[in-house]
C-alpha cells in the first residue's frame, strides 16, 4: 500500500514534465511516421512488422539502429542485395532525427550516446579492437570480405556516432555489442583508436590497403623487379 | 692434343716472345698478343670520335654533366642528413609536424637515388660516346683433359690414399670410421627436441576446461546471462592461472537473435550443452587451427578467415561449406549459484585440426 503510494505520488509529481516533453515528440514522431511510410514502408512493412524476404521488423531496433541505417546512406535500399552498403544519404539531419524519432517511440530499443566520443584510452582501444573487431574488419580497420558476397565494411568513412551506433544496434552481420559487453567508455576507446589509425599517415607514401609487411614486400618484387628488369632489358638492346 | 684448334697451331703454341722482345711491347701490344694467344679476336665495330673533335668535346661535356650533378646529389644527401635540427628544421616525424619531417626519408632517398643514377648515367655515356663499339670473339676450346693429365691426376690421388696406410691400419680405419658415425649421431641430436609425442600425456585430448571453471573474459570478468545481447559474440577464457593464454581453450560464447533458437538442431547428444539462448562453441577451426571468429548474427554463421570454412551455429556449428570437414566441438555450459556462466566439463571432444591418433 505504502509503495503504491509512493509511486503514485511520484508519478503525479513527473507527469506535467513528460507530458511537455512528449508534446514536443509527438510531432516529430508524426513527421517520422510520414517519411517512413514515404521511404520505409515497401520493405518494413505498415506496422514496422517487416515483410518477409524484403526487410525485417523494425520494433525495437531503437534510434541508434536508425541513425546508423540511414545516415550512412545504406537505408532507404537502391536494390535487394547480399548487403546494404554505404551510399549518399536520401534524409537531411532533421528528417533523421525525425525517423529515429517514430522508431523509437514503437518498441524503444538502444539510444545514441551524446558528448565527445573520443574521450576513451587509446591502448586500451587497440586491445578491444583486435580482441573483438580486427577478425572482421582488419586490423588497420579496412575491412574484409564474409561469406556469399557480405562483407565488414572499412571504417575509414565512418564517424563517430556511426561506429557507435553500429557496436550497439549490430547491423545486418554484425554482432551486438551492448553496454554490459563493451562498456560505454570501452566503445568510446575503439572509436579513438580507429580514428587515431585513420588519421596516421602512411610513412612509405602508398599504403596499399594496409594490408602489411607481406604484400607490400610482393609488390616491390613484382613491380621493383619487374621495372629493373625492363631497364635490363632495354640497356641490353640499345647496346 | 692440338687439333681443336681452328687455325691450325700458327698462334699460340708459337713460341711465346722471349722477356727481351716483352719488354720492349707497349701496353696495347701487350693486350693484342693476350687476346691473340687467348685466340680471341676484335672486330671494330665503330671508332671512337678522333681526339679534339667536336664530337668528342661534347660527348665529353655531357658526361662530366652528368657527374658534376651526381656530386651534387650526394652533398646535397650529406646536407639534408647532417643539416636537419641544425641549419635544416628536425628531422623527427610527427603527425601534423613540419613538412621537412615528412618529407626527410624521401629526401634522403630521392638525393641518394638521384647520385647514383647520374654516375650510372655518366658511366654509360661514357662507355657509348667515348670508346670504341668492339665485339670480341674467342675460339671454343674442346672439354676433355689430355688423356694424359687425367691419368696421372688419377694416381695421385689413389697414391697419397696408399701412403696414408688406411689398407693396412685396421684399428686407425675403425675407430675413425666410429668416431664418424658417434659425431654423425651427435649432429642428430639437435633434431630429437622437434620429435615429439604428442600422444603422450593427452595433451592434445583435453583443455584446461572441467566442471565449474568459469567463462571469464580477456580482461579476467566473469559473465552474466543478462550482459549480453541478441546476436552477439564474446571470445571466453577459462578461469585458470593463464587461461586467457592457452591457444586451446580459446571459446566463442554466443548468444542467438530469438528467431534462431527456435531453429536449433543439436548435435545428437548434446541438446543440453547451450543454456538458454547462449551456446559455447571452440574458437579454433577444425580444419587447419585458425581462430574462427568472424561471426555472422544474422545468417547464424561463423566464418574462418584462412580458408573460409563456415560453420552454422544453429546446427551444432557443423560445417556448411569449405574445407572444415568436423563441427566445432561445443563446450557444455551453465549457471552457477552466483549467476555467472561456468563450464560443465571439458570439450567432449579435441579441439582443433584432427591428428593421425584422435579417436573422434
Not at chain 1, 503525479?12 to 516533453?21: D, N
Request: net charge negative.
Amino acid at each position: 500500500m505504502l509503495t503504491l503510494v509512493v509511486t503514485g505520488g511520484l508519478y503525479a509529481a513527473m507527469a506535467p514534465g513528460s507530458v511537455a516533453e512528449d508534446a514536443v515528440d509527438s510531432t516529430a514522431v508524426e513527421a517520422g511516421q510520414e517519411l517512413y511510410e514515404n521511404s520505409c514502408i515497401t520493405c518494413h512493412g505498415a506496422n514496422l512488422e517487416g515483410v518477409t524476404d524484403r526487410g525485417p521488423s523494425l520494433i525495437g531496433v531503437g534510434e541508434a539502429s536508425v541513425f546508423f541505417q540511414v545516415s550512412t546512406g545504406r537505408m532507404p535500399l537502391a536494390r535487394q542485395e547480399a548487403q546494404a552498403s554505404r551510399g549518399p544519404v536520401v534524409f537531411t539531419d532533421d528528417e533523421i532525427d525525425q525517423l529515429m524519432a517514430y522508431i523509437q517511440a514503437n518498441g524503444g530499443g538502444p539510444l545514441l550516446p551524446s558528448g565527445d566520443l573520443r574521450d576513451g584510452e587509446l591502448a586500451a582501444g587497440g586491445e578491444l579492437f583486435r580482441l573483438n573487431c580486427a577478425s572482421c574488419h582488419n586490423f588497420a580497420g579496412r575491412g574484409g570480405a564474409l561469406s556469399s558476397g557480405k562483407n565488414a565494411p572499412n571504417l575509414s568513412e565512418a564517424s563517430d556516432l556511426q561506429m557507435y551506433a553500429a557496436m550497439l544496434s549490430g547491423p545486418s552481420n554484425m554482432p551486438v555489442f551492448g553496454d554490459n559487453q563493451l562498456t560505454p567508455e570501452e566503445k568510446r576507446s575503439i572509436i579513438n583508436y580507429v580514428q587515431t589509425l585513420d588519421e596516421s599517415a602512411d610513412p612509405g607514401g602508398l599504403s596499399i590497403g594496409r594490408a602489411g609487411p607481406v604484400p607490400e614486400g610482393v609488390v616491390i618484387w613484382l613491380l621493383g623487379m619487374g621495372l629493373m628488369l625492363i631497364g635490363v632489358f632495354w640497356i641490353g638492346s640499345k647496346a | 692434343m692440338s687439333n681443336h684448334r681452328a687455325d691450325g697451331g700458327e698462334q699460340y703454341p708459337a713460341p711465346p716472345p722471349s722477356s727481351d722482345e716483352l719488354a720492349t711491347m707497349s701496353h696495347t701490344e701487350l693486350d693484342a698478343l693476350g687476346a691473340h694467344m687467348d685466340e680471341t679476336e676484335l672486330l671494330v665495330l665503330s671508332q671512337a670520335p678522333p681526339p679534339g673533335s667536336i664530337a668528342e668535346k661534347r660527348a665529353e661535356r655531357q658526361v662530366a654533366l652528368c657527374f658534376g650533378l651526381a656530386t651534387v646529389f650526394a652533398l646535397a644527401f650529406v646536407s639534408v642528413f647532417w643539416g636537419a635540427g641544425w641549419f635544416l628544421p628536425d628531422w623527427e616525424y610527427e603527425i601534423d609536424g613540419s613538412t621537412f619531417g615528412s618529407l626527410f626519408t624521401p629526401l634522403l632517398g630521392l638525393t641518394m637515388g638521384a647520385a647514383l643514377a647520374f654516375l650510372g648515367i655518366g658511366i654509360v655515356l661514357w662507355a657509348k660516346k667515348l670508346m670504341p663499339h668492339e665485339v670480341a670473339t674467342q675460339q671454343r676450346h674442346g672439354g676433355a683433359s689430355d688423356p694424359v693429365d687425367a691419368r696421372t691426376a688419377g694416381g695421385t690421388i689413389m697414391a697419397g690414399l696408399e701412403r696414408t696406410g688406411a689398407a693396412r691400419h685396421n684399428i686407425v680405419r675403425r675407430s675413425l670410421l666410429g668416431a664418424g658415425g658417434a659425431l654423425g649421431l651427435l649432429a642428430l641430436m639437435p633434431l630429437g627436441g622437434l620429435i615429439k609425442n604428442p600422444g603422450r600425456g593427452d595433451e592434445l585430448m583435453k583443455t584446461s576446461w572441467g566442471e565449474g571453471i568459469r567463462l571469464l573474459r580477456d580482461d579476467g570478468t566473469p559473465i552474466r546471462p543478462s550482459d549480453m545481447q541478441p546476436g552477439s559474440l564474446e571470445t571466453v577464457f577459462p578461469a585458470v592461472e593463464g587461461g586467457n593464454r592457452q591457444a586451446d581453450a580459446a571459446t566463442m560464447l554466443i548468444r542467438l537473435r530469438r528467431e534462431q533458437v527456435e531453429q536449433i538442431e543439436a548435435t545428437p547428444g548434446q541438446e543440453d550443452f547451450g543454456f538458454q539462448d547462449y551456446l559455447a562453441f571452440s574458437k579454433i577451426c577444425t580444419h587447419a587451427g585458425c581462430p574462427v571468429s568472424l561471426y555472422e548474427q544474422e545468417t547464424g554463421r561463423i566464418l574462418c578467415p584462412c580458408h573460409q570454412s563456415q560453420f552454422d551455429v544453429t546446427r551444432g556449428a557443423s560445417p556448411a561449406f569449405g574445407p572444415a570437414a568436423r563441427a566445432l566441438p561445443q563446450l557444455p555450459i551453465e549457471v552457477d549459484g552466483d549467476g555467472f556462466f561456468v563450464a560443465r566439463s571439458d570439450y567432449p571432444e579435441p579441439v582443433g585440426p584432427s591428428f593421425w591418433n584422435r579417436e573422434t
